[in-house]
């Protein structure tokens, strides 16, 4: 299929309400309010199309679902799970912070990392956890992301990426600045070694992780309303005493001063990250 | 003792210490400086150029804050914008090319945080140093004189050695950022400064840098004479380093690596 088709957004629920999985609404579903449209989806049909409302509103998702919309179907072999933050500085209320976030997410660390298949082309995975203390980078995710940079240079593969982040943990204070840095050096490392890096950023991709490996990608890609910046917008009104332009840090404004490749809607982005990685020398496994 | 940390902060932004112009006119000689990212625009936040540094040709790299009130506007006090960090990577690539060594001073309590500053991909800027410093096959040394204000500060410090001088402070966010985020209190800036451990001492000892450096005779002549010696001893010594890229990738390949839990 031409990579062009994808451009064209599409949503099946505006094609007549068929989705792959038909559902039937029961009376008495729980429902989710849409923030855009502010109609109320029930909580199944929202399910159905991926977390992402008839009028495009793309609703966060956990990384382990994400995942599973991604990869082939038992193809995700997940790697360094045990790595997770201690409390190196021994900042005051982020051990009990931490556990408190680990029991609420049932994840160990904000980010996911493995090996998946996507339309039967084997890749390195990495999938960042919004509901783990905002995808925020400490030691644990440098090392984690780190290392699974340094596997795909060892195995040859692609590195797929999706980035959700309000930037670094200051819980670990310079340690989790220097994560940027490691990070962006074994970026490097895979880039020499001539693979291809994508990553795709999610709502929202912000401060340190924009300023290091969600914008080092050879293909950088961004979900549809996407926040996508360096800096918080109300730090910006408040140093700058202006009001900030419509759409300011969206990823259409983005898209737009040139810093992602394309927009893509969560419903296409398998089909459109398979065909990436076919254009790129992917062999079936 | 919290008091300690953040009296090292306001120390470090004190508008009479030193700033990145004066370290580079006293240290080398000779500076000819280059402006531009050709890109967008010349940012005088960030001063670059070549210089003479023991006879030998150097590029050498500065945030500048400025000393009095003009001056610090038209530095935009020392926060760069995207195309400051532009002309910093392209000054460096052509110390790659030419063989020399690179030299930073570091001053900032951060990169710009302004519309245009989005708007020409100030995150992008930032990560494209980060990967560019990672493989630059001359010697860097980064020294941080005064404020390390997080990325805008990390986007000159992909060292092969950083220093600090003894009052400087490098931090992933101002204190009074991370009271207000964490404690919704700016008033808790003293809590905050103690708890990021930002000072010298602190970044040392987490295996962030390598060296403090003595504010003795700050501004006078032995100051500049010693921090001097100091550069050209090291440059030496880097300069004989025959991997000194996969050095520097374990340079920072292992800050951190004793700070998570491995299951
Ligand atoms: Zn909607």
Same mark, same amino acid.
């Given at each position: 299929?031409?990579?062009?088709?994808?451009?064209?957004?599409?949503?099946?629920?505006?094609?007549?309400?068929?989705?792959?999985?038909?559902?039937?609404?029961?009376?008495?579903?729980?429902?989710?309010?849409?923030?855009?449209? $502010?109609?109320?989806?029930?909580?199944?049909?929202?399910?159905?199309?991926?977390?992402?409302?008839?009028?495009?509103?793309?609703?966060?998702?956990?990384?382990?679902?994400?995942?599973?919309?991604?990869?082939?179907?038992?193809?995700?072999?997940?790697?360094?799970?045990?790595?997770?933050?201690?409390?190196?500085?021994?900042?005051?209320?982020?051990?009990?912070?931490?556990?408190?976030?680990?029991?609420?997410?049932?994840?160990?660390?904000?980010?996911?990392?493995?090996?998946?298949?996507?339309?039967?082309?084997?890749?390195?995975?990495?999938?960042?956890?919004?509901?783990?203390?905002?995808?925020?980078?400490?030691? !644990?995710?440098?090392?984690?992301?780190?290392?699974?940079?340094?596997? !795909?240079?060892?195995?040859?593969?692609?590195?797929?990426?999706?980035?959700?982040?309000?930037?670094?943990?200051?819980?670990?204070?310079?340690?989790?600045?220097?994560?940027?840095?490691?990070?962006?050096?074994?970026?490097?490392?895979?880039?020499?070694?001539?693979?291809?890096?994508?990553?795709?950023?999610?709502?929202?991709?912000?401060?340190?992780?924009?300023?290091?490996?969600?914008?080092?990608?050879?293909?950088?890609?961004?979900?549809?309303?996407?926040?996508?910046?360096?800096?918080?917008?109300?730090?910006?009104?408040?140093?700058?005493?202006?009001?900030?332009?419509?759409?300011?840090?969206?990823?259409?404004?983005?898209?737009?001063?040139?810093?992602?490749?394309?927009?893509?809607?969560? $419903?296409?982005?398998?089909?459109?990250?398979?065909?990436?990685?076919?254009?790129?020398?992917?062999?079936?496994? | 003792?919290?008091?300690?940390?953040? +009296?090292?902060?306001?120390?470090?932004?004190?508008?009479?210490?030193?700033?990145?112009?004066?370290?580079?006119?006293?240290?080398?000689?000779?500076?000819?400086?280059?402006?531009?990212?050709?890109?967008?625009?010349?940012?005088?936040?960030?001063?670059?150029?070549?210089?003479?540094?023991?006879?030998?040709?150097?590029?050498?790299?500065?945030? &500048? %804050?400025?000393?009095?009130?003009?001056?610090?506007?038209?530095?935009?006090?020392?926060?760069?914008?995207?195309?400051?960090?532009?002309?910093?990577?392209?000054?460096?690539?052509?110390?790659?090319?030419?063989?020399?060594?690179?030299?930073?001073?570091?001053?900032?309590?951060?990169?710009?945080?302004?519309?245009?500053?989005?708007?020409?991909?100030?995150? =992008?800027?930032?990560?494209?140093?980060?990967?560019?410093?990672?493989?630059?096959? /001359?010697?860097?040394?980064?020294?941080?004189?005064?404020?390390?204000?997080?990325?805008?500060?990390?986007?000159?410090?992909?060292?092969?050695? /950083?220093?600090?001088?003894?009052?400087?402070?490098?931090?992933?966010?101002?204190? &009074?950022?991370?009271?207000?985020?964490?404690? %919704?209190?700016?008033?808790?800036? =003293?809590?905050?400064?103690?708890?990021?451990?930002?000072?010298?001492?602190?970044?040392?000892?987490?295996?962030?840098?390598?060296?403090?450096?003595?504010?003795?005779?700050?501004? =006078? %002549?032995?100051?500049?004479?010693?921090?001097?010696?100091?550069?050209?001893?090291?440059?030496?010594?880097?300069?004989?380093?025959? +991997?000194?890229?996969?050095?520097?990738? +374990?340079?920072?390949?292992?800050?951190?690596?004793?700070? /998570?839990?491995?299951?």
């Amino acid at each position: 299929m031409a990579l062009m088709n994808f451009l064209k957004p599409k949503n099946k629920l505006e094609e007549g309400g068929r989705t792959s999985a038909p559902v039937q609404r029961d009376a008495g579903e729980p429902e989710k309010s849409c923030p855009n449209c $502010r109609k109320d989806i029930p909580l199944s049909r929202l399910w159905a199309n991926d977390l992402v409302c008839s009028c495009g509103y793309h609703f966060r998702m956990k990384a382990r679902n994400r995942i599973r919309m991604i990869a082939d179907k038992g193809s995700f072999h997940e790697l360094y799970s045990g790595i997770k933050a201690d409390n190196p500085l021994n900042f005051p209320g982020y051990k009990d912070k931490i556990e408190t976030v680990r029991s609420a997410s049932g994840e160990q660390e904000a980010v996911v990392c493995g090996t998946a298949t996507l339309g039967g082309q084997k890749c390195c995975l990495f999938v960042m956890e919004s509901y783990f203390m905002m995808g925020s980078m400490g030691s !644990a995710v440098g090392e984690k992301i780190t290392s699974l940079f340094e596997y !795909a240079v060892q195995y040859r593969l692609p590195v797929i990426g999706f980035t959700v982040s309000g930037g670094a943990r200051m819980q670990e204070g310079l340690l989790s600045l220097m994560q940027m840095a490691k990070t962006s050096a074994a970026v490097r490392l895979h880039s020499d070694a001539g693979l291809l890096y994508i990553a795709v950023l999610t709502d929202p991709t912000t401060g340190g992780v924009t300023a290091s490996f969600a914008m080092e990608a050879d293909i950088i890609l961004a979900e549809p309303g996407a926040t996508v910046g360096f800096a918080g917008a109300r730090v910006i009104e408040q140093t700058t005493k202006k009001s900030l332009p419509d759409g300011f840090q969206k990823s259409e404004f983005v898209l737009e001063h040139g810093f992602v490749d394309s927009i893509v809607s969560r $419903r296409d982005q398998k089909r459109y990250l398979a065909e990436l990685l076919k254009m790129h020398g992917g062999r079936a496994v | 003792m919290s008091e300690a940390a953040y +009296d090292r902060v306001k120390l470090a932004r004190s508008s009479n210490r030193p700033t990145g112009l004066d370290y580079i006119k006293n240290i080398f000689r000779g500076f000819i400086e280059f402006h531009g990212d050709r890109r967008y625009a010349d940012d005088p936040a960030i001063v670059g150029g070549i210089a003479s540094l023991n006879g030998s040709p150097v590029t050498v790299i500065a945030i &500048e %804050k400025g000393h009095t009130a003009k001056e610090r506007t038209l530095r935009n006090f020392g926060a760069p914008n995207p195309e400051g960090y532009r002309k910093a990577l392209r000054l460096m690539k052509q110390a790659e090319k030419f063989g020399r060594p690179i030299i930073c001073f570091i001053d900032t309590s951060g990169a710009y945080c302004g519309i245009g500053a989005e708007e020409r991909g100030q995150g =992008q800027a930032i990560a494209e140093n980060l990967t560019e410093m990672s493989t630059l096959c /001359v010697p860097v040394i980064s020294v941080l004189i005064g404020e390390g204000g997080s990325g805008g500060a990390l986007a000159l410090a992909v060292a092969d050695r /950083v220093w600090m001088l003894q009052n400087a402070v490098y931090s992933v966010i101002s204190p &009074e950022g991370c009271a207000s985020i964490l404690w %919704k209190d700016a008033a808790k800036a =003293q809590t905050a400064a103690e708890s990021l451990k930002l000072t010298a001492e602190d970044a040392k000892s987490l295996g962030v840098i390598e060296r403090i450096l003595s504010e003795k005779d700050i501004g =006078q %002549k032995e100051f500049y004479d010693r921090i001097r010696t100091l550069l050209i001893r090291e440059i030496d010594v880097l300069t004989n380093d025959l +991997d000194l890229v996969g050095h520097r990738y +374990d340079r920072f390949r292992n800050i951190g690596v004793s700070a /998570v839990i491995k299951e």
